[in-house]
T-cell receptor
Framework: GDSVTQMEGPVTLSEEAFLTINCTYT??????LFWYVQYPGEGLQLLLK?????DKGSNKGFEATYRKETTSFHLEKGSVQVSDSAVYFC????????????FGSGTQLTVLP | GAGVSQSPSNKVTEKGKDVELRCDPI?????LYWYRQRLGQGLEFLIY????????KSGLPSDRFSAERTGESVSTLTIQRTQQEDSAVYLC????????????FGPGTRLTVT
């Protein structure tokens, strides 16, 4: 079945450090890929998305590129801030499916001042 | 405008009792989704509504779980004869239609079965 595997956490970084959270997927079709973020005490929010191979999603300084050849969608940010501390979820939707998201297990990020 | 709301925010119940969880989607959103998030795990899909019909119930874990939706508004997820393994955060999301990608999530209901 379809699945998403993401980097185990927790991840702790100092402010202004470079962030990478790895995400790989297995899908029978051609998925759209997403990163969702859950800040402490808040609901899940869409951070960025990419709907086809080689697309780059970006938002709030975060980027991820849809790599079909490596079935990956790694999240990156060049300089993290304390306010980026949250849980990050990689997810996919198969095109033509019933539209439910398939999520990875989440990665807890803590950024220290 | 208002986002997706869920109630209650927390529910503690005894094993064997029935519980109802409520979701109010964003006004005008025709698609509604229920997910479950167990501690330390990712979200599991439970059920999807397009309008008030549920074309995909494949994620419901057992026949103790059921859900309904009134028109294109409120949805209720019911768990009968709760078990300890039902303890989780239950999240609801809505989207403008079943064809759009962006799902907007509510804050969730944390269910604890003792």
């Amino acid at each position: 079945g379809d699945s998403v595997t993401q980097m185990e956490g927790p991840v702790t970084l100092s402010e202004e450090a470079f962030l990478t959270i790895n995400c790989t997927y297995t899908a029978t079709g051609y998925p759209s890929l997403f990163w969702y973020v859950q800040y402490p005490g808040e609901g899940l929010q869409l951070l960025l998305k990419a709907t086809k191979a080689d697309d780059k999603g970006s938002n709030k300084g975060f980027e991820a590129t849809y790599r079909k050849e490596t079935t990956s969608f790694h999240l990156e940010k060049g300089s993290v801030q304390v306010s980026d501390s949250a849980v990050y979820f990689c997810a996919l939707i198969l095109s033509g499916s019933a539209r439910q998201l398939t999520f990875g297990s989440g990665t807890q990020l803590t950024v220290l001042p | 405008g208002a986002g997706v709301s869920q109630s209650p925010s927390n529910k503690v119940t005894e094993k064997g009792k029935d519980v109802e969880l409520r979701c109010d989607p964003i006004s005008g959103h025709t698609a509604l989704y229920w997910y479950r998030q167990r501690l330390g795990q990712g979200l599991e899909f439970l059920i999807y509504f397009q309008g008030n019909s549920a074309p995909d119930k494949s994620g419901l874990p057992s026949d103790r779980f059921s859900a309904e939706r009134t028109g294109e508004s409120v949805s209720t997820l019911t768990i009968q004869r709760t078990q300890q393994e039902d303890s989780a955060v239950y999240l609801c999301a809505s989207s403008l239609s079943g064809r759009t990608y962006e799902q907007y999530f509510g804050p969730g209901t944390r269910l604890t079965v003792t």
